[in-house]
């Protein structure tokens, strides 16, 4: 499985795009600043379990509380552990049983 996921959010809704490395994680999200589709929110690292966000929402980010700060971190990281688990299952559905 690939270990970072950027994470968008498009019509209320949020996506990521797994990534094996971080270089194309951030180059992706690099990219994702300069066009209309999405907004883009930041990396998740499934190793460390942690999330960088993107430079725009990291100055928002700056200005919360600390509790607020703790709690958009764990909606977000939340978020995308459930959007990768979602992506596993789909994943396992996709192979054919009779193959085995």
Not at 54 to 75: A, D, F, H, I, K
Request: some cysteine.
């Amino acid at each position: 499985m690939k270990r970072f996921s950027v994470v968008y959010r498009l019509k209320e809704q949020y996506y990521h795009i797994p990534c094996f490395t971080y270089i194309k994680a951030t180059t992706l999200l690099r990219k994702a600043h300069s066009t209309p589709f999405g907004k883009p929110i930041g990396i998740y690292d499934a190793k460390t379990e942690l999330f960088k966000w993107g430079p725009l929402q990291q100055s928002l980010y700056n200005t919360l509380s600390l509790g607020e700060q703790g709690r958009q971190g764990s909606v977000i990281i939340d978020r995308v552990q459930l959007l990768r688990r979602q992506d596993e299952r789909l994943a396992e559905e996709e192979i054919p049983l009779d193959l085995y």
